[in-house]
């Protein structure tokens, strides 16, 4: 080994610890120390008791934080905020180091932990709780009350220094230390998360603006709530907020988050100013108290109504992806047939080719042979020809516009795709003709709408079996009727039935619909119910 | 039409131009060929006028491929069958070979060249097979019994233990099978009965 690659080797093995990354992680966790720091102090004009305060902001970035950069940061954003309060004197260890240092770091950890089980574990219990952004209003509620109840090992040994324990005291500080971290945490978090996701230029979906009626909406709600607040205190009953939770919750749930997010600020902003310093104690707590229950209340309302609708919009997404997989399937039946059409002629016309190739070069050629031979391959040809023109008609763009469709037509059309796939299942398929009718509508649809009932129809017919298709005027509408013996065991070779719900889909979108009758115990009809096009071509 | 040197072959397909252009590209290879439409025609009209080789659609109207071909081995076990379809599937063509003896299963657009090499092993197969059922017909029920059992490799002493019988009857059976048949040894007799199988 050379002293150069000895070197290099050294380099690389150094490089970890001081690479770009980790250089820029730990600035990230120093400024996160300065600023959990700076607002510990500022959250002082709000403390009460031996504890904290009943606002508590920097538990909000100490959220967003976690929450931002994964629970593995935990343990060094644990350590950042213990250094900087420790060196800026914000706080000392005191005569008992291990339980202050505990005190410091011990809320920190139990976010990181919630935050963590929160986002492995929720999508398990229910679906819907898996969906974002409830893990997130779940993890912004559950982390402060968790973190309160954890708080008791070390709490009570820092009370008894002072001498006996005073239950009464160490209850009301947990109290208060729970209700300022749940206000933090629901009031400074989420700005602070989509103000980070805004600047990372990721998901501008959190920005999504609410319908400007639901806004109204909302605002309307807000306002007879506030109303009510007001008479209530004017009447000298004092400050009572719960027509606002009610408001705050009914926001959530018609605006998502950002609606109920500016509900809890405005009550935020009237209610914070009542609990600052100065104020009766009781009052205070209530005041507070209410304030975390609008906030959970209605964030949690906010991000259930967006889950709710996330799960919609997926299940939408699933649905199109079924139909057009459906469609798929159509198509692959309807080139199957295409292709047993088109290789009966094109075998005749090979082998009478061929054999008008041996006749021709015979030493005495039989004229009339020859041209019975080329007859018959010119015939074939323009058989050929016929139904490349019938196909390209069909991929054609304008089939995709709204047109009026002869009703016979559309089935003997139908019939010849289906035709081979029922013959290779021992189907007879019977089309008895009816009236000539046309109806206005979407070609391609309608002709997969035909062919998903007549498929399900071939399937669900015993072998061998009979299919029988016909149609009748009655009134202004039209009826395609498709019946088929029903034999138990074929009934379980069908499909997942998404055939039928794509023919009634395509019905509706029609102005029809899709009855289904037993004429016997044996025998299953589906009929397709149309209106009939009117005298002009509209 | 039919000359005596010419294999009869009959083509069944309900595209009845289709039909006609397999039997004359078979008749200008050397067969007597006919085209059918109707499956149920051609049963109706065979056995004045048995076909070493069937060439038959599967997919047809009424009397699918299949079915005509069990039908026509209850007339005549020593007819060769070749399927053709439009529309090939794995299990079908399995089927096709497996349960219903047929020899080849071929796709459309047909390729000449493979149908009329199908068609004169058809008839090759056809030939022998009509002359081994010709020379064990001759015998009795019981030498059948005997025959059937000798060509599984049974010796004399376990036929004689497996019908009941002495050896020594046995022993005369044998010699009348060989006579009957014209075989000279157990060699030959399997290879008269390997006529099971088209292949």
């Known amino acids: 080994m050379t002293i150069a690659s000895s070197l290099r080797a050294t380099e690389r093995s150094l490089y970890p610890i001081f690479n770009k990354a980790r250089v820029r992680q730990g600035l990230i966790l120093l400024a996160y120390g300065c600023a959990f720091t700076a607002l510990h102090h500022y959250a002082a004009i709000w403390a009460a008791g031996s504890f904290f305060s009943l606002w508590f902001p920097a538990a909000g970035l100490r959220f967003a934080f976690l929450w931002r950069m994964g629970a593995r940061m935990t343990p060094a954003a644990a350590g950042a905020e213990l250094l900087v309060q420790l060196v800026t004197g914000e706080a000392s260890l005191g005569n008992a180091p291990a339980l202050a240092v505990l005190g410091i770091v011990g809320p920190c950890l139990v976010y990181g932990l919630v935050i963590h089980l929160v986002r492995s574990q929720g999508g398990r219990r229910s679906r819907i709780i898996g969906l974002a952004p409830l893990p997130f209003a779940l993890a912004a509620v559950i982390g402060p009350v968790m973190a309160c109840i954890a708080a008791l090992p070390w709490?009570?040994?820092?009370?008894?220094?002072?001498?006996?324990?005073?239950?009464?005291?160490?209850?009301?500080?947990?109290?208060?230390?729970?209700?300022?971290?749940?206000?933090?945490?629901?009031?400074?978090?989420?700005?602070?998360?989509?103000?980070?996701?805004?600047?990372?230029?990721?998901?501008?979906?959190?920005?999504?603006?609410?319908?400007?009626?639901?806004?109204?909406?909302?605002?309307?709600v807000t306002a007879v709530a506030w109303s009510v607040v007001w008479a209530i205190h004017e009447a000298g009953l004092g400050v009572i907020l719960s027509p606002v939770l009610l408001a705050t919750c009914w926001t959530g749930l018609r605006a998502g988050r950002p609606g109920a997010w500016l509900s809890i600020i405005v009550t935020a902003i009237v209610v914070l100013p009542m609990t600052g310093q100065g104020a009766e104690e009781i009052v205070r707590l209530r005041l507070s108290m209410v304030l975390a229950s609008i906030a959970a209340v209605g964030y949690l309302a906010g991000s259930f109504a967006e889950a709710e609708a996330r799960s919609y919009a997926e299940l939408e997404r699933r649905n199109r992806l079924l139909y057009q997989a459906e469609r798929l399937k159509t198509l692959r039946a309807m080139s199957v047939a295409v292709i047993h059409e088109i290789s009966?002629?094109?075998?005749?016309?090979?082998?009478?080719?061929?054999?008008?190739?041996?006749?021709?070069?015979?030493?005495?050629?039989?004229?009339?042979?020859?041209?019975?031979?080329?007859?018959?391959?010119?015939?074939?040809?323009?058989?050929?020809?016929?139904?490349?023109r019938r196909l390209r008609?069909?991929?054609?763009?304008?089939?995709?516009?709204?047109?009026?469709?002869?009703?016979?037509?559309?089935?003997?059309?139908?019939?010849?795709?289906?035709?081979?796939?029922?013959?290779?299942?021992?189907?007879?398929?019977?089309?008895?003709?009816?009236?000539?009718?046309?109806?206005?509508?979407?070609?391609?649809?309608?002709?997969?709408?035909?062919?998903?009932?007549?498929?399900?129809?071939?399937?669900?017919?015993?072998?061998?079996?009979r299919v029988v298709v016909a149609h009748a005027i009655s009134g202004d509408r039209l009826l395609v009727s498709i019946e088929n013996d029903f034999c138990k065991s074929s009934g379980q070779r069908a499909g997942m039935g998404v055939g039928l719900i794509i023919a009634r889909s395509i019905a509706a979108a029609h102005g029809g619909m899709i009855l289904e009758q037993r004429p016997s115990p044996q025998r299953y009809c589906y009929i397709l119910d149309l209106p009939l096009a009117g005298e002009t071509n509209d | 039409m039919t000359d005596g040197s010419r294999a009869i072959v009959y083509v069944v397909d309900d595209d009845c131009d289709l039909?006609?252009?397999?039997?004359?590209?078979?008749?200008?290879?050397?067969?007597?060929?006919?085209?059918?439409?109707?499956?149920?025609?051609?049963?109706?009209?065979?056995?004045?006028?048995?076909?070493?080789?069937?060439?038959?659609?599967?997919?047809?109207?009424?009397?699918?491929?299949?079915?005509?071909?069990?039908?026509?081995?209850?007339?005549?076990?020593?007819?060769?069958?070749?399927?053709?379809?439009?529309?090939?599937?794995?299990?079908?063509?399995?089927?096709?070979?497996?349960?219903?003896?047929?020899?080849?299963?071929?796709?459309?657009?047909?390729?000449?060249?493979?149908?009329?090499?199908?068609?004169?092993?058809?008839?090759?197969?056809?030939?022998?097979?009509?002359?081994?059922?010709?020379?064990?017909?001759?015998?009795?029920?019981?030498?059948?019994?005997?025959?059937?059992?000798?060509?599984?490799?049974?010796?004399?002493?376990?036929?004689?233990?497996?019908?009941?019988?002495?050896?020594?009857?046995?022993?005369?059976?044998r010699a009348q099978i060989a006579a009957k048949t014209g075989t000279s040894g157990l060699a030959q007799l399997i290879e008269l009965a390997g006529g099971g199988a088209p292949n």
Request: negative net charge; aromatic residues 6%.
């Open chain 1, 393 to 465: 008609a069909f991929g054609d763009r304008s089939a995709d516009a709204p047109s009026r469709l002869s009703i016979p037509a559309l089935l003997q059309e139908i019939a010849t795709i289906a035709d081979s796939e029922a013959k290779a299942l021992g189907v007879e398929l019977r089309f008895q003709g009816g009236p000539d009718a046309s109806v206005s509508g979407q070609d391609i649809e309608l002709r997969q709408a035909l062919l998903n009932l007549l498929r399900n129809a071939i399937a669900a017919s015993p072998r061998p079996g």
């Open chain 1, 344 to 388: 009966q002629p094109l075998s005749t016309i090979c082998i009478e080719a061929n054999g008008l190739v041996a006749a021709s070069s015979a030493p005495d050629p039989d004229t009339a042979e020859i041209a019975g031979t080329s007859r018959l391959i010119a015939r074939k040809a323009q058989d050929l020809s016929q139904m490349v």
């Open chain 2, 19 to 173: 039909g006609a252009s397999l039997a004359r590209l078979l008749n200008r290879s050397g067969f007597a060929a006919e085209p059918f439409v109707d499956p149920a025609q051609l049963l109706a009209a065979y056995t004045a006028a048995p076909a070493a080789c069937i060439l038959t659609d599967v997919m047809m109207g009424d009397l699918d491929g299949f079915a005509f071909a069990d039908r026509l081995r209850e007339i005549d076990p020593a007819t060769s069958i070749i399927f053709m379809t439009a529309w090939p599937t794995v299990s079908s063509a399995v089927d096709a070979v497996r349960r219903y003896g047929g020899l080849d299963y071929l796709e459309k657009p047909v390729d000449e060249q493979r149908l009329l090499t199908a068609v004169a092993e058809g008839v090759a197969w056809s030939r022998r097979r009509r002359a081994r059922l010709e020379r064990t017909a001759r015998l009795t029920p019981r030498e059948q019994d005997v025959f059937a059992l000798l060509v599984r490799g049974l010796s004399s002493k376990a036929i004689a233990a497996e019908l009941s019988l002495s050896p020594k009857t046995v022993e005369d059976h």
């Open chain 1, 155 to 220: 709490a009570v040994p820092l009370a008894m220094q002072n001498g006996a324990i005073d239950g009464q005291n160490l209850f009301h500080s947990l109290l208060v230390f729970a209700v300022g971290d749940l206000l933090g945490v629901l009031i400074v978090a989420p700005p602070l998360l989509w103000l980070a996701d805004y600047l990372a230029g990721g998901r501008r979906s959190a920005f999504r603006l609410a319908h400007p009626a639901q806004v109204a909406e909302a605002a309307v």
